[in-house]
Structure formats: C-alpha cells, structure tokens
C-alpha cells in the first residue's frame, strides 16, 4: 500500500511532538501537560477536516486509537511502569496510530509500536545507566557495594531456584542454560538500586521544585506530611513547600524515556512501510 498524503502530514506532526518531549525531558525531567494534550487537539482536528471530504473513518479511527491508548496509558502508569508525562504521550499518540483502514493491521500496529518502545527504551536506558555510572563511579561503587551487602540474601534464593532449574531441566531437554536469569536477576536488582541511589537522587532549593516531582522521602512543611509518593508533589503541596520550607529538598529522578517513543515511532514507521501496512 503507497503511504498517503494524510498519513504524511501525521507521522510528521508526531514526529515534531516527540522530539519536542525528548527536549523537555532531557532538559527538566518533564514534558509539559499542554504539549501532550495539544498533540491530541491538532491530530483530531485534523482527521476531523479531512473526514469532512473523505471517509469518516478516518476522524473514527483516531477516536478510538486515543481510547485504547487511554487505556494504555492508564495501566502503564497504574503499575508503575510509567510517570505521568509518559503516560500521557503515549495516549496522545493513540490519535495519531491508527494508520490503515483496517484494524487488524492497526491492532499490529499497537502491538509493535509498544513492543518496539519498550524494548528499544530499554536499551536506551541501559546505554543512559552506564553514561551515569562513568559520571558517579566513586559513589556508584560505593552504594553497590552496601546494596550487595543489603541484598547478599537474594544471592541465596537465587541460588536455590538454579539448583531446583537443573533438577527440572534434568527432565525436559535443552533449557537448562535459563537457568543463568536466576543468577543475573539479584545482579541488575542490585545494579539497578545502585544506580537510582547514586546517580538519581538529588537535593533541590524549593523554588527549583516542580509539580509531580518525586520527592525521596517524606517531609513535614508547617505541621503538615507530604508523603513520597508516585504520584508526585501535588500542586497545593508544591505552593505550601514554596511558600513554608527553607531547607533543601532531596528528591529522586528517573532516566527520561521519551527517547525509547522516538525508537518505538520510527521503527514502526518503517516496518509499516517495508510490509506494506499503510
């Protein structure tokens, strides 16, 4: 199938808007509320004019892509897999992923796009993990040798699930080598922890505070706790601590994964050109 002008002209504006998160995210751990939503408001506007003169379809597809994104999103983010702002790009791209008039090709669409992002951002994050650890060496191998003392126990479990694998594999052939996940597991854990305490965490002035940061532990602003939660400071939270709290605030970052959206949208795009899916 040849790639249509209306298709275009979204792939570009999706195009535009994750590299416009890639920016902010990069820049100040976050992506802005209006970006996202705007990316809804003009990708909707748009199959809506184009309905106007063509297939209705085309305004229908980008309602129900958003829906199932909607979805997406909200259980991403309800497990913790994702912060607000991913969240919310992710289901402003559902406007936008609906590409072809049939929906079983969409549904293979969805399933790469998600596919291709996850594991394309976990590499990323992976590549971002070592960039850290060469910039916080000393307090990286420090904080992994107390996380490895904590943890050691792990270290046992694992060991005890390994012995009980080989036993397994003893009867069904040729799956003994997974057996090595029971030993890596403890490992990136530790690795992982290491990481978010050494390099992840860090104190703020209140006025460099900002609405859904992740504060690292709970702390008490005239009277009142603000828990360490997922969700982040709250907007009143984040008035009261500007306006009370003079001391400086620790708080915990995550590594910006805007950039596995950018991954995930182009290999998709040139998957879907390769077998023809639009």
């Known amino acids: 199938m040849i790639l249509t002008q209306e298709n275009l002209f979204l792939i570009i504006i999706a195009v535009v808007w994750i590299l416009g998160a890639v920016f902010q995210d990069l820049r100040r751990r976050e992506v802005d509320n209006i970006w996202n939503f705007s990316l809804i408001g003009i990708a909707l506007t748009y199959r809506l004019a184009v309905s106007i003169n063509g297939s209705y379809w085309f305004f229908i597809n980008g309602i129900l892509g958003l829906v199932v994104f909607l979805i997406l999103g909200n259980l991403f983010y309800y497990s913790r897999i994702f912060a607000g702002g991913d969240a919310k790009l992710l289901i402003a791209l559902g406007s936008i992923m609906p590409l072809s008039y049939n929906w079983i090709i969409n549904l293979k669409l969805f399933g790469s796009f998600i596919a291709l992002f996850l594991f394309g951002g976990a590499a990323y994050v992976f590549l971002f993990s070592f960039i850290l650890i060469a910039y916080n060496w000393n307090r990286f191998i420090k904080e992994f040798r107390k996380q490895f003392i904590i943890y050691r126990s792990f270290f046992v479990i694992s060991l005890l699930f390994l012995v009980l694998w080989v036993f397994v594999s003893y009867f069904i052939n040729n799956i003994i080598y997974l057996g090595v996940v029971f030993l890596l597991f403890p490992l990136l854990f530790i690795f992982a922890k290491s990481i978010e305490e050494s390099c992840l965490v860090k104190a703020l002035s209140p006025s460099e505070l900002t609405e859904g940061e992740w504060l690292y532990e709970?702390?008490?602003?005239?009277?009142?706790?603000?828990?360490?939660?997922?969700?982040?400071?709250?907007?009143?939270?984040?008035?009261?601590?500007?306006?009370?709290?003079?001391?400086?605030?620790?708080?915990?970052?995550?590594?910006?994964?805007?950039?596995?959206?950018?991954?995930?949208?182009?290999?998709?795009?040139?998957?879907?050109?390769k077998l023809g899916w639009f």
Do not use: C, H
């Open 218 to 273: 709970d702390i008490f602003v005239n009277g009142k706790k603000i828990k360490a939660t997922w969700e982040g400071v709250s907007k009143n939270d984040l008035r009261l601590i500007k306006e009370k709290y003079r001391r400086k605030i620790w708080v915990k970052q995550g590594i910006p994964f805007t950039p596995g959206f950018l991954i995930g949208f182009l290999g998709i795009i040139i998957i879907s050109m």
